[in-house]
């Protein structure tokens, strides 16, 4: 499965919304048969569909299929982004924005959460789990998770906000992602699982706490993989031919 191969599906199915082909509410073609249109595996079009999920466009009903979600509407992180680029949003306001409106979102999910929306949850810590291998489909996971939270408060303003930085957060960690132990991972996995058992016996004052605690943890994590990455550069960049003796001049 390539990288390649799954910008098919996602340019696919965008093309499928422009056109008016598919609208709020509707069901995607079984991954089967978007394998034989699009002319891909059906690993890609499974691969297609979590990155869709992750931005927001589309949205996974258990045991029922894929969706062109009816609600809350989908923000697009592009106002958000030229924001950040304007005025330069630092890796530490992205976090604090984001326990700001995930830590409370996990407590009312607690309290709202219905059986679909449990089911959803279960879904991606499993998946979480199995894909540790894969960084970037671990991440889809990660991403999808605190979607779901999100959707389970069950307020569509929050929802709404949290998709936004989630997108954001998605096209700016999804390039560095690689960088993750093994475990983190593991760690990131468990963290999402806390979270989840404590919405499932709602227990909303649990909930926020694992959530702050997973967003903090996350927060300390990527700082070492910048450190990390720093310092690889500085090595690779000592190693360069030339550098030694100055080069040619």
């Given amino acids: 499965m390539s990288e390649g191969s799954t910008d098919q599906v996602v340019a696919f199915v965008r093309d499928l919304i422009v056109r008016g082909r598919l609208r709020p509410g509707d069901r995607l073609p079984a991954e089967r048969e978007l394998a034989v249109q699009i002319g891909v595996s059906r690993p890609s079009v499974r691969a297609g569909l ?10 996974s009903r258990h045991g029922s299929g894929t969706y062109i979600p009816s609600g809350p509407p989908a923000l697009g992180s592009e106002p958000l982004s030229f924001l950040a680029a304007l005025h330069g949003f630092t890796h530490d306001e992205m ?3 984001r326990r700001i409106l995930e830590v409370e979102a996990a407590g009312l999910a607690a309290e709202r959460a219905t059986h679909e929306h449990l089911a959803t949850l279960a879904e991606e810590v499993t998946g979480l789990f199995a894909t540790r291998d894969n960084p970037q ?16 408060a069950a307020n569509p303003i929050v929802a709404s906000l949290v ?3 989630s997108a954001m957060y998605y096209e700016r960690r999804k390039e560095t992602v690689e960088r993750a132990s093994d475990s983190d991972l593991r760690d990131a996995a468990e963290a999402h699982r806390r979270i989840y058992q404590a919405i499932r016996v709602r227990d909303a004052a649990a909930a926020r706490r694992a959530m702050n605690d997973h967003l903090l943890q996350a927060f300390r994590y990527q700082a070492q993989e910048t ?14 031919p030339g550098r030694a003796s100055g080069g040619a001049r």
């Avoid at 979590?50 to 949205?59: F, P, R």
């Avoid at 991440?139 to 999100?150: E, S, T």
């Avoid at 450190?227 to 360069?240: C, L, V």
């Fill in 163 to 165: 998709g936004m930085v």
């Fill in 227 to 240: 450190e990390r990455s720093a310092k690889a550069a500085a090595a690779a960049a000592r190693q360069r």
């Fill in 95 to 97: 976090y604090e924005a």
């Fill in 137 to 152: 489909l671990f991440f889809v996971h990660d991403i999808n998770f605190h979607r779901a939270v999100a959707d389970a």
């Fill in 50 to 59: 979590h990155a869709l999920a992750a931005m927001g466009v589309v949205q």
